[in-house]
């Protein structure tokens, strides 16, 4: 330009040729910036879809400035650099590079869709920027011949000089780009990976398991024996209670209901000769010793207990009497073979006198048994009458003992009232099923002597000395409703337990 101003004449250019020459400046830069833009953007498809790492790779660096751009060539620098570091201890079929994998080209895919995206509007702006420079250059067509080189040539040196800082900043910024991006450390050593797997190791995965094999039944165990309120053996029984145990009955197998009469020489029969022989130490206010048998509640074998042990007595000889005490769940004759339902009531009621009601046993000697007879309206009432003295008064004048089948005490109070009239009572406890808190109510009865010479039986016991191979049991039932109010019911229908063959009342 210096030679051609001079040789052709031309001091400047004139003001319209200086616009022109301003315009397609602004345009020539815009499309070169376009085409710098594109050219990185077709080097970034061509670097994912070779699947190459794209950690030094900054669109901003380069003048595109598209947010979802870098975060997504970001996200994907980070899942490659995850991978890389995974694969250093692992094997590529691992479940967390599979993952990776496929987080990898879902990210490829979202971001060749953007740069796709970014493309077309670079594309569109360089057209319209191509479009606006065609007609400036149409412009300039009309100005001399010799300006118009003038304009071409300065219009060459501008592009040049643009592009060439363009680049040197571009340049500047790439340099400082990456010194921030290169660390400061190094690889000492490359990572060796172990022929054993790291975890889970299976020495401590088997002791875990078998630990909480053991662990979870102890558990189980414990809390069943927190929350179980029941008499479990003999140690349960003197931990909750100071009253004297006449003895253990051994639980019975062959659910006999008189198992003294039909096997004397058993175990449980040897159980009833203890009983027997302990109460001799208890005195007695005349020739007749007169016992009251109860229980807590139905199915802790309370008839069971006074059925035996009279007939216990009556083996040695005594001449015994068994009384059916509960006026408000009679006995039936077919229970001891007896002819008659005749009981107690009758004579109450003044239908019968006593030997009228007196049934002889047709399995024990000297055994007499005393049915309580048809279902009064009325039995405590009946119970508390001056027959009843009469009633007593008779037997103990003919019998060396009289045992008293009584009603549960913890259900009803007629066994309170029939035992004014005995020497001994004898509780029932029975194992796994008499509650803690009716030892409570029996402890407070024994405190407060409402009972007369208060003693247990524990009855029914499955562990201990007695779980030696021996089993005995017997099988007839009250039919009391109870729970924790010790309700009375009238049938065994509006109780709602089923008689099983194996209860012990």
């Known amino acids: 330009m210096k030679c051609l101003k001079p040789k052709k004449g031309i001091t400047d250019l004139g003001t319209e040729a200086q616009s022109f020459l301003g315009s397609v400046k602004v345009y020539d830069e815009k499309i070169s910036e376009i085409d710098i833009q594109l050219s990185f953007l077709r080097y970034l498809e061509e670097y994912i879809l070779k699947d190459k790492d794209l950690d030094k790779i900054s669109p901003s660096s380069l003048g595109i400035a598209d947010p979802l751009l870098t975060k997504l060539i970001t996200s994907l620098s980070d899942l490659q650099m995850q ?19 496929i987080q990898i080209q879902n990210t490829k895919q979202d971001l060749l869709e953007n740069v796709r995206s970014i493309k077309n509007g670079l594309e569109a702006s360089k057209e319209q920027a191509s479009i606006q420079l065609s007609r400036i250059q149409g412009k300039i067509k009309t100005v001399p011949k010799t300006q118009r080189a003038l304009v071409g040539m300065e219009r060459q040196a501008s592009i040049r000089e643009g592009l060439y800082n363009y680049l040197l900043q571009k340049k500047a910024e790439t340099a400082i780009l990456l010194a921030s991006t290169n660390s400061d450390n190094r690889i000492v050593d490359k990572a060796r990976a172990s022929y054993k797997p790291i975890k889970p190791v299976p020495n401590q995965t088997y002791s875990f398991a078998i630990l909480l094999g053991l662990l979870i039944p102890a558990i189980f165990v414990f809390v069943k024996e927190a929350l179980n309120d029941k008499i479990k053996d003999g140690s349960d029984l003197e ?8 003895g253990l009955v051994g639980y019975n ?71 059916g ?36 046993s047709s399995s024990v000697p000297n055994l007499d048994i005393i049915l309580s007879g048809p279902k009064p309206p009325n039995p405590s009432e009946l119970i508390l009458s001056s ?66 010479k208060l ?4 009855n029914a016991v499955r562990t201990g000395p007695l779980n030696s191979g021996y089993g005995y049991g017997y099988g007839y039932g009250y039919g009391y409703g109870y729970g924790y109010g010790y309700g009375y019911y009238e049938d065994d229908n509006a109780s709602g337990r089923k008689k099983r063959k194996s209860k012990q009342s």
Request: aromatic fraction near 8%.
């Open 387 to 452: 027959k009843m003295d009469d009633f007593f008064s008779y037997l103990e004048s003919k019998y060396e003992v009289i045992i008293i089948d009584s009603p549960p005490i913890g259900v009803v109070t007629d066994g309170m009232l029939l035992s004014k009239y005995v020497d001994n009572t004898i509780y029932v406890v029975r194992q796994n099923v008499t509650r803690k808190q009716h030892i409570e109510f029996i402890n407070s009865l024994y405190k407060d002597s409402k009972l007369p």
């Open 325 to 360: 005490g509960d006026l408000r769940k009679p006995k039936k004759n077919q229970e001891f073979n007896l002819p008659s339902n005749a009981g107690i009531s009758n004579y109450l009621i003044g239908v019968s006198d006593i030997e009228g009601i007196i049934q002889h």
């Open 239 to 246: 931990n909750n209670t100071s009253i004297p145990v006449l």
């Open 253 to 323: 197998e062959d659910h006999d209901n008189q198992i003294v009469a039909s096997k004397p020489d058993s175990f449980i029969a040897e159980s009833f000769r203890s009983i027997r022989t302990n109460l001799q130490y208890y005195p007695q206010k005349s020739n007749c010793r007169k016992i009251l048998v109860t229980s807590s509640i139905s199915s802790e074998g309370k008839s069971f207990c006074a059925a035996n042990l009279s007939a216990i007595y009556a083996i040695s000889g005594k001449k015994v009497v068994l009384v």
């Open 455 to 458: 003693s247990l039986i524990f």
């Open 83 to 101: 991978r890389k570091g995974q694969l250093n201890s692992t094997q590529p079929d691992n479940p967390i590079i599979v993952s990776l994998n």
